[in-house]
């Protein structure tokens, strides 16, 4: 996990979570990433599923009754991060036209706040959020699945306010750190998130 402040010029520093779902450290995903993070102001996390040490769900049922996770590891550490953060973005390259296996790993950690909601009748995170899609593939498939799968978990965050999603999805012949539609999208994610540089 990577933390960062940068530009921290106002009283209240707006914080960003990124859920990077690649595989590669210096792929299409994270080239976008790496983009928005240099304009980025306030403070932001980065997650990578392929890198950290968070376990998916297995189904013990402890959150049916209890808040929080049974299983202790560095998703403690996220679900306090969810709790404070301002945004939310989801990055992942598409994988059979699906956000990728280990995202959808840490994804499933965040079955407890199902579990609050419909069984135990409680709003597990009060912060809204905002939230935004990053989505990159080579050109078969399509977006839709994936996207509608990264709705679902920025839904579960608490992320109801979603910018339109921003893809790449041709990067078996152009790169999508050359995509200038994708990168006009990042700017426009960045304003929507309140970036004030």
Known sequence: MKWTNRNLVEEIIVKTLILNGSPRKNGDTASLIEKITEKIVGEYRIVDAYRCNIS?????????ENSGCVINDEMQEIYKYIQECDNIMIASPLYFSELTGKLLDVGSRLQTYFCARFYRKEEPIIKSKKGA???????????????????????????????EVVYS?????????????????????????????
Not at 56 to 64: K, V
Not at 136 to 156: K, N, P, Q, R, W
Not at 178 to 185: K, M, P, S, V
């Open 56 to 64: 998916p769900c297995f189904d013990c049922r402890y959150c049916w």
């Open 133 to 163: 899609i990053v989505l990159v593939g080579g050109g078969d498939g399509h977006i839709d699945t994936a996207y509608s799968t990264a709705c679902t978990l920025l839904h579960h965050m608490n992320c109801y306010d979603i910018h």
């Open 169 to 197: 999805h041709n990067t078996n012949e152009k790169p999508a750190i050359d995509d200038e539609n994708a990168l006009l999208g990042l700017n426009s994610i960045l304003d929507f998130f309140g970036n004030k540089e």
